[in-house]
């Protein structure tokens, strides 16, 4: 975890990179925007969009958008996005 708690905070792990990936906003009012690709059939294509925006009312906002086919998984409720490689 971060020693400076932002509105938004990203961290992940690639497969062969050695540094992870990681960090937030500077900004009191930034945001992050994150895309994940994934093969569809040999294409890459747009598998799922992350929002994260810090209102003007000081709520706080994450918006999730696939934009291939879902589904959720039962019971943990998770969001799965399948292609075939």
């Not at 509105?7 to 930034?30: K, Q, T, Y």
């Not at 294509?45 to 879902?70: F, I, N």
Request: net charge positive; hydrophobic share 35%; with cysteine.
């Amino acid at each position: 975890m971060p020693k400076v708690v932002r509105n938004f905070w990203v961290a992940g792990n690639v497969d062969g990179r050695r540094s992870r990936i990681a960090g937030g906003p500077r900004a009191r009012d930034g945001g992050i925007s994150l895309t994940l690709y994934q093969r569809d059939d040999g294409v890459v294509a747009t598998a799922l969009k992350v929002y994260c925006v810090a209102c003007s009312d000081g709520t706080l906002r994450v918006e999730v958008e696939p934009t291939l086919p879902y589904s959720f998984t039962r019971p943990e409720g998770k969001l799965r996005i399948e292609t075939k490689r």
